[in-house]
């Protein structure tokens, strides 16, 4: 069964500590990975697709690069202001995107 | 452009009531979707339209959930009767014919349904 899982659930960082955000699938002929972000009582905000292993996006202080198997969101430096939710999701079938569950991101002063 | 516009932004009903979300998808998009947020399933398809007709109601979880898009700049969710479990937030999107094979869906800002 085609699946999208992300992790780390909640990730709490401080002001400027880089880390990264993992999205897993197995969709079998993948199409497109998109990456979103989502505030409180929002709705999710299109960040960037990803099409092919190897592809690297960057925009400001967040870059996605893609494998075969999974994604990665890396934040670099962050600040308060990327705190939010990060989505991962894949599309399944002709016009269908499944979404994982989200890494809730908490960036601290 | 405005973006999906959705309305209410906020629903309290009781049980048994029917409820009616709206969405506004953005002007020339040719797909619409409705997708329901929970904490336990995240974010689910419920039903999707391609100029105006419903291509996969399969997500829709009762007989419950009608959803309908009378034109292209319109299309209604309708819960009859609701029920408790029905609460959660409620999202619309919106993209362009997909011909490349991975268009972007863009957002509305949701509405949050209560269900008493």
């Known amino acids: 069964e085609d699946q999208v899982t992300q992790s780390p659930e909640a990730l709490r960082l401080q002001e400027g500590e880089s880390s990264s955000l993992n999205c897993s699938y197995t969709v079998s002929g993948l199409r497109g990975l998109f990456w979103y972000r989502q505030d409180p009582g929002k709705g999710p905000e299109f960040l960037f697709t990803?099409?092919?292993a190897g592809e690297e996006k960057e925009k400001e202080r967040l870059k996605a690069t893609l494998t075969k198997k999974e994604s990665f969101l890396h934040i670099t430096a962050p600040k308060p202001e990327d705190s939010a939710t990060y989505l991962c999701a894949v599309y399944v079938g002709y016009s269908t995107l499944t979404f994982g569950k989200g890494t809730m991101l908490l960036v601290s002063p | 452009d405005a973006g999906v516009i959705q309305s209410p932004r906020h629903e309290v009903t009781e049980m048994g009531q029917e409820v009616t979300l709206r969405c506004k998808p953005i002007?020339?998009?040719?797909?619409l979707f409705w997708y329901r947020q929970t904490m336990m399933r995240g974010l689910e398809l419920l039903i999707y339209f391609n100029n105006n007709v419903p291509i996969d109601d399969s997500g829709m979880p009762e007989d419950r959930f009608s959803a309908k898009m009378p034109n292209a700049s319109f299309s209604t969710l309708k819960i009859q009767p609701s029920e408790p479990r029905d609460s959660a937030v409620y999202f619309c999107?919106?993209?362009?014919?997909?011909?490349?094979?991975?268009?972007?869906?863009?957002f509305g800002p949701g509405t949050r349904l209560l269900v008493l």
């Open positions: 002007s020339g998009h040719d797909y």
């Open positions: 999107a919106s993209s362009l014919a997909v011909t490349s094979g991975a268009e972007t869906q863009y």
């Open positions: 990803l099409y092919s």
